[in-house]
Nanobody
Framework: QVQLVESGGGLVQAGGSLRLSCSAS????????MGWYRQAPGKQREWVATITSGGSTNASDSVQGRFTISRDNDKNTVYLQMNSLEPEDKAIYYCKANIVTTTFMSYDHWGQGTQVTDSS
């Protein structure tokens, strides 16, 4: 069994920064790509950023230049550094990871989400 647990969400002001973390645990053989998605109230879940096991990154146009995704493979953890936050960034942020288990099954796993909201 594999678990993804996000942390780091909270209340921020426009222009502020926040760092989200997502740690994977359980019967993990290997973690392939990891990524972040978000869902704002009344909207569909959208992709934010992805990082491969080798460290290559990609981000959506809406966060390019403001958000940075990174990972620590030793800790099975992915991060999302969010700078210059805008009201439109308010959402529940979810991490996703493609994980190969110790039984060599490959699945996409999702975290439970962490809320990022503004102080307005």
């Amino acid at each position: 069994q594999v678990q993804l647990v996000e942390s780091g969400g909270g209340l921020v002001q426009a222009g502020g920064s926040l760092r989200l973390s997502c740690s994977a645990s359980g019967s993990i053989f290997r973690i392939n790509a990891m990524g972040w998605y978000r869902q704002a109230p009344g909207k569909q879940r959208e992709w934010v950023a992805t990082i491969t096991s080798g460290g290559s990154t990609n981000a959506s146009d809406s966060v390019q230049g403001r958000f940075t995704i990174s990972r620590d493979n030793d800790k099975n953890t992915v991060y999302l550094q969010m700078n210059s936050l805008e009201p439109e960034d308010k959402a529940i942020y979810y991490c996703k990871a493609n994980i190969v288990t110790t039984t060599f099954m490959s699945y996409d796993h999702w975290g439970q989400g962490t809320q990022v909201t503004d102080s307005s």
